[in-house]
């Protein structure tokens, strides 16, 4: 079966506009885009656009390729010093000169919707979470609505980066499965994909995993967004050919991608929430 990210990610904020609209205060968020790469570009849009769906308040932020280290910590501070920011999201990869691990170090950690500064990745790592990286966390509820129990199976993430398969292999592993982390250089990956109950992929290369790798009735999630020559967008697995092996799999485009927005707008009302009980 084929797990529909879209109408999943349609409900999630369509209760996370509901809750909005009871709330005295508009939850914040302030996306910073740092030069004008056009797939950055795209995805800081659809954050904006989807923010403003949602009744919060939204500052999408422009700054130059060119921004000093320096200068991009001051907007940051400014932005931890705004009562009306609940959340802070600086778009990466950043320019070569930067610094993106101070940058996102210098987020105050209640505001870190993106659920990377070390603090917040250090509190998910021993199972007390706050603020969880938006990706892994809405493969998490893809895989609640497959009816799965994770306790106990076998998980391989293929992929090791801090944005996906580092906290995901970490999400897994709090739901009690048993956690495989691979990457594009795994010897024999075909053979530890062959074990996996559930198969959850990010490395960013098209079609690099086959249906023949996988086994019958698992589980697969494709984080992977790669847009081909000819301007199609395709995944990390060969869907055509592994949804005939797969129990539930999931497409490119309409899958995990949609998800992401939405567990971000999560943790902005989570965000929210947390500082006005403070
Ligand atoms: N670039 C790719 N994915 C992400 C993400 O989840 N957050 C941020 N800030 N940048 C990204």
């Known amino acids: 079966m084929i797990i529909d990210g879209k109408k999943i990610a349609h409900e999630l904020r369509q209760a996370i506009a509901n809750q909005v609209a009871l709330l005295e205060q508009k939850p914040g968020l302030a996306v910073i885009l740092v030069g004008d790469d056009p797939a950055s570009a795209v995805y800081v849009r659809n954050k904006d656009n989807a923010c403003k769906e949602v009744g919060f308040y939204s500052e999408k932020i422009n700054k130059p390729a060119n921004i000093t280290q320096t200068e991009l910590l001051a907007e940051i501070e400014r932005l931890n010093n705004d009562d009306s920011i609940d959340g802070i999201l600086v778009q990466l990869p950043l320019p070569n000169h930067l610094d993106a691990n101070q940058v996102i170090e210098t987020i ?21 979470p706050f603020l969880r990286p938006c ?14 129990d994770l306790v106990g199976k076998n998980c391989v993430v293929v992929g090791a980066s801090n944005i996906v398969g580092r906290p995901m292999a970490c999400e897994l592993l709090n739901a009690r499965a ?40 698992a589980i697969v999630i494709d984080v992977g967004i790669n847009r081909l020559d000819n301007g199609r967008l395709v995944g990390d697995v060969d869907f055509d050919t592994a949804k005939e092996v797969a129990s539930w799999i999931t497409p490119v485009p309409g899958g995990v991608g949609p998800m992401t927005i939405a567990t971000l707008l999560e ?12």
């Open 178 to 217: 048993t956690v495989t982390i691979c990457n594009s250089k795994t010897q024999d990956l075909s053979s530890k994909l062959k074990q996996a109950d559930i198969v959850v992929v990010a490395v960013g290369i098209p079609k690099m995993i086959q249906a023949n790798w996988i086994k019958s009735g």
């Open 108 to 128: 105050n950690p209640e505001k870190d919707v993106d659920g990377f500064h070390s603090e917040n990745i250090g509190k998910l790592m021993q199972n007390k």
């Open 135 to 148: 990706t892994p966390k809405g493969v998490m509820i893809l895989l609640k609505i497959t009816g799965v």
């Open 267 to 278: 943790n902005t009302l989570t965000a929210h929430k947390a500082r006005k009980q403070k």
